[in-house]
T-cell receptor, first 113, second 107 residues
Framework: NAGVTQTPKFQVLKTGQSMTLQCAQD?????MYWYRQDPGMGLRLIYY???????DKGEVPNGYNVSRLNKREFSLRLESAAPSQTSVYFC????????????FGSGTRLTVV | GQSLEQPSEVTAVEGAIVQINCTYQ??????LSWYQQHDGGAPTFLSY????GLEETGRFSSFLSRSDSYGYLLLQELQMKDSASYFC????????FGPGTRLSVLP
């Protein structure tokens, strides 16, 4: 039972480069999320997908795009990376309306130089 | 937008009891969750309160007072492995994470 799988675990980018962070869940959850966490801070929502075929902006969407490829997969794309996007990125999933909260992936540590 | 307040750091000794408080704004409130995050790890779900009162799960308990817009996480019989950051999370249209409380458990 893998839960939520994120790739890659670590990445270094140069300013202006693009990349896609991959996320897949095997729990048949409807909802998926992308968060970023900066040092010493809480998590901030970038984008979410309440169900397959829908995506919505969260608190900090600028500089990012997402794709809900199917029910299992939700990817996050940085089109032109900036140093301000250096962060740890977490993908999460949940059952819609589930009070048992999110299941998080192990995170992607991204450094933009 | 929603903002939550919790203490930035708490220190306690093994075997002790510690309470981590959280206050929030009431707009669009459904419930309050708590997550634990060890250094370098992912957040893991601890508890959820939608109604007033205390929810107990082993050594951890969580309390909610909707009228006071206040909740807390109570950790009993502290162990070294409880050293981590603890986040209260506002559950409305989406989850909004608080800034986190770093708990250090000393021997």
């Amino acid at each position: 039972n893998a839960g939520v799988t994120q790739t890659p675990k670590f990445q270094v980018l140069k300013t202006g480069q693009s990349m896609t962070l991959q996320c897949a869940q095997d729990m048949n959850h409807n909802s998926m999320y992308w968060y970023r966490q900066d040092p010493g801070m809480g998590l901030r929502l970038i984008y979410y997908s309440a169900s397959e075929g829908t995506t919505d902006k969260g608190e900090v969407p600028n500089g990012y795009n997402v794709s809900r490829l199917n029910k299992r997969e939700f990817s996050l794309r940085l089109e032109s990376a900036a140093p301000s996007q250096t962060s740890v990125y977490f993908c999460a999933s949940s059952r819609t309306g589930d009070n048992y909260g999110y299941t998080f992936g192990s995170g992607t540590r991204l450094t933009v130089v | 937008g929603q903002s939550l307040e919790q203490p930035s750091e708490v220190t306690a000794v093994e075997g002790a009891i510690v309470q981590i408080n959280c206050t929030y704004q009431t707009s669009g409130f459904y419930g309050l969750s708590w997550y634990q995050q060890h250094d370098g790890g992912a957040p893991t779900f601890l508890s959820y309160n939608a109604l007033d009162g205390l929810e107990e799960t082993g050594r951890f308990s969580s309390f909610l007072s909707r009228s006071d817009s206040y909740g807390y996480l109570l950790l009993q019989e502290l162990q070294m492995k409880d050293s981590a950051s603890y986040f209260c999370v506002f559950y409305g249209q989406n989850f909004v994470f608080g800034p986190g409380t770093r708990l250090s458990v000393l021997p």
